[in-house]
C-alpha cells in the first residue's frame, strides 16, 4: 500500500534494517544478541528498526559481506518497505560497501561508522569533538573511492573516469592534512588537560569504568550528588567529568568517561586514549556492570580487554554490580536454577569474588538499594591506598 504523504516540517525518522551473520564460532542466540546491541545502537542514533536479517555463513562474502540469496532477499524488503538505511554488525570494507550500495540503492552503513556517527552527535568539549572528528576522517581515509565527489565541479557519465582521479587524490591529500593537524590540536590539549591533572591536590583517584549503558553516571550522580547527564542511550557520557567527594570517612576524586561496547572502533580507541588518561591515572577503578543484562560476564571480559589495552588492568578494583532490581526469573547460574533472588546474589558474590579476587557489591544506584556497602568498600580502598602511600614514603 502506498505511503500517504505527510506535509509536516518535521524531520522524518529515518527506517533501517539491521543485518548480522552467524559465524562458525558463534551460536544463534550469541548473533540475535549482538543484533539486539545494533538495533539499540541505531535507536541512539535515531533510526526506527523495522527488520532485521541473520544468515548463516563459514566465512563472510568477501564481495558482498552476505550470500546472495540473502542479499537479494534484503534488496526486496528495501525496495518494498522504502528503507532509508541498512545496517550491518560487521566493519565493511569500501568495496564490499560499494557492491551493498549498487545492489541495495541505499545507505549502508556498517557498525564502526554508526558507533562514531553517536560519537559525533554526542560530543560536547572541543577535546571530545576533534577527537570523534579525527577517528571520523581516519575511518574515511580508504573508503573515498565512493564519496569523492564533494570537492568536483562537474560529474563524469558511467563511471566518473578522467578528472574523478585527480580528484580523489586531492581529497585523500586533504584528509591527510586535516588528520596531521587535528593531532596537532589535540596533542596541545593533552598537555593542557595533563597539567591540570598535576595541578589537582593530591586526593584518591577514583574512575568508574564499564560497557556503555550500565549506569555509571547514575552513580556518579549519586555518590558525588552531582548532575552528570545520564540517559537509558548509548554513550550517553563520552567527556571526562570529575567530581570531589567529600565524605567525612574519605575524600577523593571521582571520574565517569566514555562506556565500553563490543568491537569498538580501533579509530576511536586510539583517539580517545588521551581522554581515558582518567582510567590510566586512577588509583581504583568501579566496574560497573549491569548484573541484569544476560551477557553481563562477556561485557565483564570486554572492559577487561580494553582496560588491558589502554594500559589500565592493574588497578584495584571494585566490583560494582548494578541493576539488582532489574533482575528477573529465572535466576539460573551454571546448570542450577536458583529460587530466590537474595540466595543468587549471595552465590554469584561468591563466585566473582572467587573469580576475579576483588570486593563484589550487588546494588541498585537509581533504587539506592545496597549502597551503603558500596560506600563502605570505597572508603576502605581509599584508606588502604593512603596506607600503601605512607609506606613508601618511610
Not at 260 to 267: D, E, G, S, T, V
Not at 317 to 341: A, R
Request: proline content about 3%; aromatic content about 6%; glycine content about 4%.
Amino acid at each position: 500500500m502506498a505511503r500517504t504523504k505527510s506535509f509536516s516540517t518535521a524531520k522524518k525518522q529515518e527506517e533501517a534494517v539491521i543485518v548480522g551473520v552467524i559465524t562458525q564460532h558463534q551460536r544463534l542466540e550469541q548473533a540475535e544478541e549482538y543484533l539486539d546491541e545494533l538495533a539499540f545502537l541505531a535507536h541512539t542514533a535515531g533510526a526506527l528498526v523495522k527488520k532485521r536479517f541473520l544468515q548463516k555463513l563459514s566465512f563472510p562474502n568477501p564481495r558482498t559481506f552476505i550470500g546472495e540469496g540473502k542479499l537479494q532477499e534484503i534488496a526486496d524488503y528495501v525496495s518494498n518497505n522504502e528503507i532509508d538505511i541498512v545496517l550491518f554488525d560487521d566493519e565493511l570494507s569500501p568495496s564490499q560497501i560499494r557492491n551493498l550500495e549498487h545492489t541495495l540503492k541505499c545507505k549502508i552503513l556498517d557498525r564502526s561508522n554508526l558507533i562514531l556517527d553517536i560519537f559525533a552527535s554526542r560530543a560536547q568539549s572541543a577535546q571530545a569533538k576533534f577527537q570523534v572528528e579525527l577517528a571520523q576522517t581516519q575511518y574515511l581515509l580508504p573508503r573515498l573511492t565512493r564519496m569523492w565527489t564533494h570537492l568536483s565541479k562537474h560529474k563524469g557519465g558511467i563511471g566518473m573516469k578522467g578528472p574523478g582521479e585527480s580528484e580523489i587524490e586531492t581529497d585523500r591529500r586533504i584528509l591527510r592534512n586535516t588528520i596531521t593537524k587535528l593531532k596537532e590540536r589535540l596533542e596541545i590539549i593533552d598537555k593542557q588537560a595533563a597539567t591540570q591533572r598535576r595541578n589537582r591536590d593530591l586526593k584518591t583517584r577514583i574512575s568508574l569504568v564499564g560497557y556503555t549503558n550500565v549506569g555509571k553516571s547514575t552513580l556518579m550522580n549519586l555518590l558525588a550528588k552531582s548532575e552528570v547527564f545520564a540517559e537509558d542511550k548509548l554513550f550517553a557520557t563520552l567527556d571526562s567529568t570529575v567530581r570531589k567527594v567529600n565524605w567525612p570517612e574519605a575524600s577523593f576524586l571521582l571520574s565517569d568517561t566514555v562506556g565500553f561496547i563490543r568491537k569498538l572502533p580501533h579509530q576511536l580507541v586510539e583517539c580517545f586514549k588521551s581522554t581515558l588518561d582518567e582510567i590510566r591515572e586512577a588509583d581504583i577503578l568501579l566496574h560497573v556492570v549491569d548484573v541484569s543484562h544476560p551477557s553481563f560476564e562477556n561485557h565483564i571480559h570486554v572492559v577487561n580487554e580494553t582496560l588491558k589495552e589502554i594500559g589500565a588492568l592493574n588497578k584495584e578494583v571494585i566490583l560494582v554490580f548494578n541493576k539488582i532490581d532489574q533482575l528477573k526469573e529465572p535466576f539460573i547460574l551454571g546448570d542450577e536454577t536458583i529460587e530466590s533472588k537474595q540466595e543468587y546474589i549471595f552465590q554469584l558474590k561468591k563466585s566473582w569474588m572467587a573469580k576475579e579476587n576483588y570486593p563484589a557489591i550487588f546494588i541498585s544506584a537509581a533504587k539506592k538499594i545496597n549502597t551503603d556497602e558500596l560506600k563502605t568498600a570505597i572508603i576502605n580502598a581509599v584508606a588502604e591506598i593512603k596506607l600503601k602511600i605512607k609506606e613508601s614514603k618511610t
